[in-house]
């Protein structure tokens, strides 16, 4: 069964660098979306992206943050100078159609940590 | 602001038993909503979704009631098994897909 793929599980970082988040999306999807959850907390939406750009954008979603798609199948999230804040749990998701009534399908997440 | 959230944090429940996960919401237009599990270390996973043209949805094991009157949601798993231990969000699945604060179900063997 197709699956939404993320790299690294774990990223560790020093407050104040730049960290790189990757994510593979199913290959016939064409929505993409990001989401943060600090530990114990709900799931927060970030962006959503279709046809290279993006979409929809929540207030999380700041200058700090910068996505990208290398290639035609990753898909990266870029947080440059990370604040202790920024610890969390980030999952990439993928639809087939950006319409509210298609599932959205996540990844396993990379857990970052900022020291 | 609008917002959807969960009553209870943690619900312990015996290994074959009927459990009840509830949810409020507080925007009346919403249509459209699911419930999503997530395991340790792992992403939110679909379980079931429900419209607001409907008031119940049953999948296997799992029902979703719907009360447009009072915006709530319940989902109900039936004969309750110890994979079913998990963190439970209900989702309002509109233009954001905008996750409750979660419920952590708990299975006793």
């Known amino acids: 069964e197709p699956e939404v793929t993320q790299t690294p599980s774990h990223q560790v970082t020093q407050m104040g660098q730049e960290v790189i988040l990757r994510c593979v999306p199913i290959?016939?999807?064409?929505?993409f979306y990001w989401y943060r959850q600090i530990l114990g907390q709900k799931v927060e939406f970030l962006f959503s992206?279709?046809?290279?750009?993006?979409?929809?954008k929540s207030e999380i979603f700041d200058d700090q943050f910068s996505v990208e798609r290398p290639d035609g199948s990753n898909f990266t999230l870029k947080i440059r100078s990370t604040k202790l804040e920024d610890s969390a749990m980030y999952f990439c998701a993928s639809s087939q159609q950006g319409s509210s009534y298609n599932e959205q399908f996540f990844g396993p997440g990379t857990r970052l940590t900022v020291l | 602001g609008e917002s959807v959230g969960l009553h209870l944090p943690t619900l312990s429940v015996q290994e074959g038993d009927n459990s009840i996960i509830n949810c409020a919401y507080s925007?009346?237009?919403?249509?459209?909503f699911i419930w999503y599990k997530q395991e340790s270390g792992k992403g939110p996973q679909f379980i079931i979704d429900i419209r607001s043209n409907m008031d119940k949805r049953q999948g296997q094991r799992v029902t979703v009631l719907l009360n447009k009157t009072v915006k709530h949601l319940s989902l109900q798993i039936a004969a309750t098994q110890p994979g079913d231990s998990a963190v439970y969000f209900c989702?309002?699945?509109?233009?954001?897909?905008?996750f409750g604060g979660g419920t952590r179900l708990m299975v006793k063997p």
């Open positions: 925007n009346s237009a919403s249509d459209y």
């Open positions: 290959s016939n999807h064409l929505y």
């Open positions: 992206f279709y046809n290279n750009e993006i979409s929809e």
């Open positions: 989702a309002d699945a509109g233009n954001m897909l905008t």
